[in-house]
Protein backbone atom coordinates (compact mmCIF):
# COMPACT_ATOMS: atom_id res chain seq x y z
CA UNK A 1 0.00 0.00 0.00
CA UNK A 2 3.00 2.45 0.64
CA UNK A 3 4.55 1.65 -2.72
CA UNK A 4 0.81 2.61 -4.51
CA UNK A 5 1.02 6.18 -2.12
CA UNK A 6 4.46 6.83 -3.21
CA UNK A 7 3.95 5.93 -6.79
CA UNK A 8 0.67 8.24 -6.85
CA UNK A 9 2.56 10.88 -5.10
CA UNK A 10 5.63 11.00 -7.57
CA UNK A 11 3.49 10.91 -10.81
CA UNK A 12 1.35 13.83 -9.26
CA UNK A 13 4.82 15.89 -8.29
CA UNK A 14 5.67 14.67 -12.39
CA UNK A 15 2.45 16.10 -13.57
CA UNK A 16 2.90 19.40 -11.32
CA UNK A 17 6.24 19.95 -12.97
CA UNK A 18 4.75 19.31 -16.84
CA UNK A 19 2.17 21.35 -16.24
CA UNK A 20 4.47 24.13 -14.38
CA UNK A 21 6.68 24.00 -17.44
CA UNK A 22 3.58 24.60 -20.31
CA UNK A 23 3.42 27.30 -18.24
CA UNK A 24 6.13 28.86 -18.40
CA UNK A 25 6.89 28.38 -22.15
CA UNK A 26 3.50 29.81 -23.17
CA UNK A 27 4.50 32.62 -20.98
CA UNK A 28 7.52 33.04 -22.46
CA UNK A 29 6.30 33.16 -25.75
CA UNK A 30 3.65 36.22 -25.08
CA UNK A 31 6.65 38.00 -23.72
CA UNK A 32 8.56 37.32 -26.94
CA UNK A 33 5.95 38.80 -28.94
CA UNK A 34 5.07 41.46 -26.87
CA UNK A 35 8.91 42.92 -26.78
CA UNK A 36 8.89 43.18 -30.77
CA UNK A 37 10.86 46.82 -30.72
CA UNK A 38 9.05 48.04 -33.91
CA UNK A 39 5.52 47.31 -31.98
CA UNK A 40 4.50 49.69 -28.70
CA UNK A 41 2.37 48.02 -26.36
CA UNK A 42 -0.42 51.32 -25.70
CA UNK A 43 -1.98 52.21 -22.09
CA UNK A 44 -4.56 54.46 -22.08
CA UNK A 45 -2.60 57.31 -20.94
CA UNK A 46 -0.07 56.41 -24.14
CA UNK A 47 -2.73 56.34 -26.18
CA UNK A 48 -3.86 59.92 -25.28
CA UNK A 49 -0.17 61.08 -25.65
CA UNK A 50 0.60 59.34 -28.78
CA UNK A 51 -2.47 58.52 -30.86
CA UNK A 52 -5.58 61.00 -29.41
CA UNK A 53 -6.61 62.86 -26.13
CA UNK A 54 -10.27 61.59 -26.55
CA UNK A 55 -10.72 63.43 -22.65
CA UNK A 56 -9.76 66.81 -24.36
CA UNK A 57 -10.55 66.79 -27.78
CA UNK A 58 -14.04 66.25 -29.50
CA UNK A 59 -12.95 65.84 -32.82
CA UNK A 60 -10.50 63.72 -34.10
CA UNK A 61 -6.79 65.01 -34.27
CA UNK A 62 -4.18 62.32 -35.19
CA UNK A 63 -1.31 63.44 -32.94
CA UNK A 64 1.42 60.90 -34.84
CA UNK A 65 4.28 61.84 -37.22
CA UNK A 66 3.30 58.85 -39.10
CA UNK A 67 0.04 56.81 -39.90
CA UNK A 68 -0.79 53.87 -37.39
CA UNK A 69 -1.98 50.83 -37.26
CA UNK A 70 -3.69 50.37 -33.39
CA UNK A 71 -4.07 46.32 -32.91
CA UNK A 72 -7.08 45.60 -30.09
CA UNK A 73 -6.31 42.41 -28.65
CA UNK A 74 -6.54 39.86 -26.04
CA UNK A 75 -3.83 36.95 -25.08
CA UNK A 76 -6.89 34.17 -25.09
CA UNK A 77 -8.63 35.19 -28.44
CA UNK A 78 -7.85 32.16 -30.94
CA UNK A 79 -7.99 34.65 -33.93
CA UNK A 80 -5.79 37.37 -32.46
CA UNK A 81 -2.94 34.92 -31.93
CA UNK A 82 -3.63 33.91 -35.66
CA UNK A 83 -3.40 37.59 -36.56
CA UNK A 84 -0.39 38.44 -34.45
CA UNK A 85 2.58 36.77 -36.52
CA UNK A 86 1.29 39.09 -40.06
CA UNK A 87 0.57 42.24 -37.68
CA UNK A 88 4.33 42.00 -36.86
CA UNK A 89 5.30 41.54 -39.64
CA UNK A 90 4.02 44.44 -41.73
CA UNK A 91 5.34 45.96 -38.35
CA UNK A 92 8.64 45.36 -40.15
CA UNK A 93 8.00 45.76 -43.60
CA UNK A 94 6.64 49.37 -43.43
CA UNK A 95 9.19 50.38 -40.92
CA UNK A 96 9.42 54.12 -41.01
CA UNK A 97 5.84 54.07 -43.04
CA UNK A 98 3.57 53.44 -40.26
CA UNK A 99 3.66 52.62 -36.35
CA UNK A 100 2.29 49.70 -35.06
CA UNK A 101 0.82 49.80 -31.74
CA UNK A 102 -0.92 46.95 -29.51
CA UNK A 103 -3.42 47.19 -27.02
CA UNK A 104 -4.61 44.36 -24.76
CA UNK A 105 -8.97 45.03 -24.26
CA UNK A 106 -7.93 43.57 -20.84
CA UNK A 107 -5.55 45.58 -19.33
CA UNK A 108 -7.48 48.47 -20.93
CA UNK A 109 -10.67 48.05 -20.86
CA UNK A 110 -11.59 52.15 -20.51
CA UNK A 111 -9.48 52.74 -23.92
CA UNK A 112 -11.51 49.63 -25.42
CA UNK A 113 -14.76 50.97 -24.65
CA UNK A 114 -13.52 54.25 -25.54
CA UNK A 115 -13.34 53.13 -28.91
CA UNK A 116 -16.43 50.37 -28.77
CA UNK A 117 -14.52 47.72 -29.10
CA UNK A 118 -17.14 44.83 -28.65
CA UNK A 119 -15.18 41.76 -31.09
CA UNK A 120 -11.56 41.03 -31.35
CA UNK A 121 -9.23 41.25 -33.10
CA UNK A 122 -9.85 44.81 -34.06
CA UNK A 123 -7.38 46.94 -36.10
CA UNK A 124 -7.99 50.53 -35.78
CA UNK A 125 -6.26 52.29 -39.02
CA UNK A 126 -4.93 56.34 -38.47
CA UNK A 127 -3.81 58.09 -41.28
CA UNK A 128 -2.31 61.24 -40.72
CA UNK A 129 -5.02 63.31 -41.84
CA UNK A 130 -8.18 61.62 -42.87
CA UNK A 131 -10.92 59.45 -39.94
CA UNK A 132 -9.56 56.62 -38.46
CA UNK A 133 -11.06 53.07 -39.86
CA UNK A 134 -11.78 50.19 -38.08
CA UNK A 135 -11.51 46.59 -38.99
CA UNK A 136 -12.85 43.97 -37.23
CA UNK A 137 -11.97 40.55 -37.07
CA UNK A 138 -9.17 38.03 -38.57
CA UNK A 139 -8.04 39.06 -41.86
CA UNK A 140 -5.45 37.62 -44.15
CA UNK A 141 -1.85 39.00 -44.49
CA UNK A 142 -2.62 40.31 -47.91
CA UNK A 143 -5.69 42.32 -47.06
CA UNK A 144 -3.84 43.60 -44.26
CA UNK A 145 -1.42 44.81 -46.68
CA UNK A 146 -4.06 46.28 -48.71
CA UNK A 147 -5.90 47.88 -46.20
CA UNK A 148 -2.33 49.50 -45.20
CA UNK A 149 -1.53 50.39 -48.53
CA UNK A 150 -5.28 52.21 -49.36
CA UNK A 151 -5.66 53.89 -45.75
CA UNK A 152 -2.57 54.57 -44.40
CA UNK A 153 -0.13 55.27 -47.43
CA UNK A 154 -2.79 56.71 -50.05
Given amino acids: ?18 CLGQTQVKNKANTVSQNNPLIEHLTNKS ?17 GKLPCLIDFY ?6 CRM ?5 EQVASEYKGKIVVYKINVDQEQQLASAFGISSIPALLFCPMKDK ?9 KENLQNLIKTTLLK
Avoid: H, R
Fill in 1 to 18: MKKVIIIGIAVMIAMGTV
Fill in 47 to 63: FKEKVFNYDVNKVWKYQ
Fill in 74 to 79: ADWCGP
Fill in 83 to 87: LSPFV
Fill in 132 to 140: PQMNVGYIS
